[in-house]
């Protein structure tokens, strides 16, 4: 059996950055095992799987190489700027259905996808020398006003305050140190941020090694638990679109919207997104 994979780069208006991710519509007879392999030989941080839900417009699975998460934002983001640009669907509201539980999608007239994500969840602090070993740093790296903390709006990640820009770009991580604290856990990832930067609302990298995704450049999940730490640690109000930079050291430029919505100190909504662009198509062979 043939299978038609799309492969998509988020977070970008070019080829040349973002975040490239697989998609494969019309999966519904697709076994899990055979998502795996799929996934694996795409080689892509995720693929999304697309078949039909009694529940949303869409349901929809991700797989990294290794093996299956509750949701992905970048390749989210390709999934439905896919759809649209083959005409599936029209700019407007859809739902998606996920392990990470229905989630909402908007489809703008610009292409601009956003995504939303469940109501943030903020976890326990770590501690910073433990984080500082494990990016073989000193915890005078850190920003001493914010701490390092687990976060989730659909999966957990660590966010990691660095208060160089240059720092946090010429950091040599140790990737086993990352996966063995990211299992204790139960987090996807560490995601670091910098505010120097005066273009963006933040400049980030993201490890997962633990989901065998050892930089990734443009991470959706992440950003909007990184934009609610932000509301949360009073660093950005909330209510305004936030606008992240990640891939740098990459050389693969990512932009990432976010927003988080708040009324009267209750956390309501979380959106992601940005646009996306097809970059090509092959053909797996089951």
């Not at 519904?28 to 417009?57: P, Q, R």
């Amino acid at each position: 059996m043939k299978i038609r994979v799309y492969r998509l780069s988020s977070f970008t208006d070019s080829i040349n950055g973002g975040n490239p991710a697989g998609v494969v519509l019309n999966a519904d007879n697709l076994k899990e095992g055979e998502m795996k392999y799929i996934a694996k030989e795409v080689g892509y941080s995720e693929t999304a799987f697309v078949s039909k839900s009694d529940k949303a417009d869409f349901k929809v699975r991700f797989f990294t190489p290794v093996d299956e998460v509750d949701l992905c934002g970048h390749a989210t983001i390709a999934t439905f700027s896919l759809l649209n640009k083959k005409g599936i669907i029209s700019p407007g509201k859809y739902n998606q259905e996920t392990k990470a539980g229905l989630l909402g999608i908007d489809v703008s007239i610009n292409e601009e996808i956003m995504m939303d994500q469940n109501i943030p969840y903020f976890g326990e602090y770590l501690d910073k020398k433990i984080i500082a070993e494990a990016l073989n740093i000193s915890v005078e790296d850190f920003y001493s006003e914010y701490p390092v903390q687990i976060v989730s709006t659909g999966l957990k990640d660590i966010i990691v305050p660095i208060k160089s820009f240059d720092k946090m770009n010429f950091l040599i991580p140790n990737f086993d140190k990352i996966a063995k604290i990211c299992v204790e856990n139960d987090s996807a990832g560490f995601h670091i941020f910098n505010l120097e930067r005066k273009n963006f609302h933040a400049s980030c990298r993201n490890f997962a090694p633990n989901l065998g995704i050892k930089e990734e450049s443009a991470t959706g999940t992440a950003s909007g638990a990184l934009a609610s730490y932000f509301v949360e640690q009073g660093i950005y109000k909330p209510n305004k679109k936030m606008v992240f930079e990640q891939g740098y050291k990459m050389k693969k430029p990512s932009k990432i919207k976010a927003i988080v919505e708040s009324k009267e100190g209750i956390y309501e909504k979380v959106k992601v997104g940005g646009k996306a662009v097809i970059i090509d198509e092959i053909t797996i062979e089951l």
